[in-house]
DNA sequence: TATTGTTATACTCTATAACTATA
DNA sequence: TATAGTTATAGAGTATAACAATA
């Protein structure tokens, strides 16, 4: 059916009289539609992006955001036990364990048993966690520029967004 | 090695003199650090809200972000290619493929080859995805409503933001 | 040569459920 | 009973590379 399909989009009448549209790497005149007024798809694509510009700073093989982030958590709170990390970073624990066992496996971090509870495992990172850290910070404070650069000023005002917007489950 | 460990972390110490501490569900007293004023960090936590959020809005079994942002980007570009989706996305053409075969056998979407190139395939919803896609938004619009009343009348200046972070890599 | 779309494949992230041990 | 952590497992989402058809 519609056989002679002349398609309402893909002709060639973008930009006018064949002029190259500015910005037309990634949305090529598509219409958005009610996305276009929708938090949530944005703060997808956002993310996404900031992503994959992470991971093009840390040069292809290197931690990834999460691990990073436990790291860093890890640094700051030594001695966090591994559930209040999966709260932390809103992480099952079941999600936590095996990105634990990776960076004692990097040897970047120690689990100790408490003896007040031995439930608990603490978490410290190590000298090499330290290092290794130190390095990752160089490419991720590079990247996070990038970000301070798009949103200038606007840059407190957005975070408080992003908390509250994370606070939601809550 | 430091067999007697009393953990900087996990005392008892938080909320004084043992009250209670609101916003004790995630954070739990953990220092963020230098994440605390990371854009990266924070887009990570609020993606993943906003994204668990929504699932539950949708009742479980229903159509995930991905597949309904496709529906909703078809209808509003009815005869789109598959390549322009993926732009519009942000997504390779080979992730594309298979979310489009899902839409196809649940009977949502057509794929018609063009006749004008051969190489192309447009994309129109059927009645079926059109019909599917009201009953999706409802759960969805519930899902924006609950993040519009957390940003109020910042959300312009959201979007924006979010917009021009989405294009960083472009 | 370049582009559209498909396939095969592999990897990451995540959660659920069932389990152990501890409390 | 409830919590901390592990394991097994499954599912979603994504990308890379090689490919066929077409331009």
New interface residues.
Partial sequence: M?A??K????GKSRGGAGVPVRGD????G??????E??????????????????A?CSGRRQLK?GRF?AL??I???????QS??G????RDKSSVTPLLQDLQRLGYVTR?Q??SDRR?V?LTLTPAGRQALGVL?AH?KR??R???E??GR??T???G??????????
Same sequence: chains 1, 2.
């Fill in positions: 519609n002679g399909r398609t309402s989009f893909a790497r990634r949305a090529a598509v219409r958005l539609g009610v996305l007024g929708w938090i949530g798809f944005h703060l997808r694509m956002a993310q996404g992006a900031s992503f994959r510009a992470f093009g955001p982030a860093l958590l640094k700051h709170n030594p001695g966090i036990t209040a990390l709260r932390a970073m809103a100790e408490s003896q608990n603490h910070l991720a990247h996070e990038r970000l301070e798009i949103v606007r840059k005002l957005l975070i967004l992003l908390r509250e917007i994370a606070d939601m489950g809550m």
